[in-house]
């Protein structure tokens, strides 16, 4: 495994596998990486010769300095995680790298209007122009491949299926299923910040989200309806402080008024746990979950990491 610095080297790494006939699988991530970042690697180890992970915490995505302060870094227990699921590269840039101006911001940015606008954009306001931004610019360093995203972040995946589609990028979008622990909650880096406590409370946006699709099971019939018993589920958590709990159309993200195919719907909640913020999402009947399951052999290299450090063919630097 090749643990890389700069963008040139990572180019070149991904140039060769293409000349030697190989496609190219690129995860993006910000690390401290969990079964649900091991389940993108380990399908693109699948689907393709060469996979490339980055590891980037993007300072332009964060509103918060709290969030991006208290944001876990485990470099060290990324890297075997990611040679034990079989990549090949990893990029791991200092922020200068990725944006040389920094502490000044870029002058170019990307801006996905529309898709960017509700939701997590309301709820964080830039937000997707920094996630557009780094992903161009991963993409651009990585050059033609496929790149492979969570459903986790439902919104970013639409986000950054417009932004490839408009600027014509050579780069194929894969969107992977959620990785949840067994009662429910969905695998985030931010778990790790929950209380005991908090952590038990966390559940409630997937019990919310099973509300949302037991409404639509049930026959009901407008959004406001499917909104509302997701909303309940959460109003019996009093330490939760709910963000948003929507009926969406699954392409455009607006909020539907009348429940149609179950299949053209989405289901998204976002609320604040303890020191953190966490979302979820779902299709709409337990039928789709079921369909988008992930593999379970996608979950088992960091359940189970090589003991002993990890010795990369070639280390630029650091830290
Ligand atoms: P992050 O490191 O949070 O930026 O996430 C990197 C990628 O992993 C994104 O495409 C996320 O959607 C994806 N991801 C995060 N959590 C999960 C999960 N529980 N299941 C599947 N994919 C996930």
């Known amino acids: ?77 990324d890297l075997r995680a990611c040679a034990h699921a079989g990549a090949d590269v990893v990029f791991v840039p200092a922020v200068g790298e990725m944006y040389p101006s920094w502490p000044a911001p870029p002058a170019t940015t990307v801006s996905v209007r529309g898709v960017s606008d509700f939701w997590e954009g309301a709820s964080r306001p830039g937000h997707f122009d920094g996630v557009a931004t780094v992903v161009a610019k991963l993409f651009s360093v990585a050059g033609p491949c496929r790149a492979y995203f969570g459903l986790k972040d439902f919104q970013q995946l639409a986000v950054v299926r417009r932004m490839a589609a408009d600027l014509g990028v050579p780069v194929e979008i894969v969107g992977c299923p959620i990785v949840r622990e067994a009662d429910g909650l969905a695998r985030s880096s931010r778990n790790v910040r929950l209380s005991p406590g908090e952590r038990g409370a966390a559940t409630v946006l997937w019990r919310a989200l099973a509300a949302g699709r037991a ?8 959004g406001a309806e499917v909104a509302a018993a997701m909303r309940a589920v959460v109003a019996t958590e009093p330490s939760v ?18 429940v149609g195919d179950a299949a053209a719907l989405r289901l998204l909640v976002a609320a604040v746990v303890g020191p953190v913020r966490l979302i979820d999402n779902s299709p709409a009947t337990d039928a789709l979950v079921a369909s988008e399951t992930a593999p379970a052999h996608a979950t088992l290299p960091v359940a189970r990491p090589p003991a002993g450090p990890v010795r990369p063919r070639r280390l630029e630097r650091i830290g």
Not at 215 to 222: C, F, I
Not at 242 to 256: G, H, K, P, Q
């Open 215 to 222: 409404a639509v099971g049930a026959g009901a019939r407008t």
């Open 1 to 77: 495994m090749d643990v890389v610095e700069t963008a040139e080297s990572c180019r070149a790494l991904l140039d060769a596998a293409r000349v030697a006939g190989r496609a190219v699988g690129l995860v993006p991530t910000m690390g401290a990486l969990h079964e649900g970042h091991v389940s993108l690697i380990s399908r693109a180890r699948a689907e393709c010769g060469t996979v490339a992970v980055s590891i980037f915490v993007n300072p332009l995505q964060f509103g918060d300095p709290d969030d991006i302060a208290h944001y876990p870094r485990t470099i060290e227990a």
């Open 241 to 258: 402080a709910l963000d948003y709990a929507v009926a969406v159309d699954a392409a455009t993200l607006e909020e539907i008024d009348v």
